[in-house]
C-alpha cells in the first residue's frame, strides 16, 4: 500500500472470541457498498472468524460456513448484499472474473480470503486484515485509505 496522508495503520490484539466479534462489528460499522475487506493470514490464523463476526454484525443469523469448496457464498443483509470469498484454491487470478468479483463490489461488499490470490483485481480501496498467530496470541494488522482510515483514525495510537 502506498503510503499516504489518507492511509493508516494498525495493530491490535485479539485476545480471545470478544475482541474478534469486536473487530469485526466496527469494520462491519464502516462497511458500504463497494467496499472489499482483503482477509490475510496463514490456515488457522482466523481468517473465516472474522468474517463470521463481519457478517454477524451485520445481522447475518445463518450459519456462515467458510467458502473453501463453493469459493464464495452470498449474504442478504439490512445494509447490502456480502459476498464472502476464499481464493485458497484459485490459481489463476482470471477465475475472479468468473466468481463474480466486480458483480459483487457493484451490487454490496466482498470479504475476501486469500486475497493475494486475485492479483490487481482488488480495488485500492480495500480494508487489508493480516491475521497472524504467535507465542502472544492472534493479532490482526489493518491497513486502508479512505473512509476506512476516517473509522480507525481515533484510536489509531491507543494500541
Not at 1 to 23: I, N, P, V, W, Y
Not at 32 to 57: C, F, Q, Y
Request: proline residues 3%; hydrophobic residues 45%; glycine residues 8%.
Amino acid at each position: 500500500m502506498h503510503k499516504d496522508s489518507q492511509g493508516f495503520e494498525r495493530t491490535c490484539a485479539l485476545a480471545d472470541l470478544a475482541a474478534t466479534d469486536a473487530l469485526g462489528a466496527r469494520i462491519a460499522a464502516s462497511m458500504r457498498i463497494g467496499d472489499a475487506v482483503a482477509l490475510e493470514g496463514d490456515l488457522g490464523a482466523g481468517k473465516t472468524t472474522l468474517a463470521r463476526a463481519i457478517l454477524r454484525a451485520l445481522g447475518v443469523t445463518e450459519n456462515v460456513p467458510s467458502p473453501t469448496f463453493t469459493l464464495v457464498q452470498s449474504y442478504d443483509t439490512a445494509r447490502m448484499v456480502v459476498r464472502h470469498f476464499d481464493l485458497y484454491r484459485v490459481e489463476d487470478s482470471a477465475e475472479i472474473d468468473e466468481l463474480g468479483l466486480d458483480e459483487a463490489l457493484d451490487e454490496g461488499a466482498a470479504l475476501i480470503e486469500w486475497p493475494e490470490r486475485a492479483g490487481t483485481r482488488l480495488p485500492d480501496s480495500a480494508l487489508h486484515v493480516a491475521l497472524s498467530l504467535d507465542q502472544n496470541g492472534r493479532r490482526a494488522r489493518l491497513t486502508g485509505t479512505g473512509h476506512w482510515a476516517d473509522a480507525f483514525a481515533e484510536d489509531q495510537h491507543a494500541h
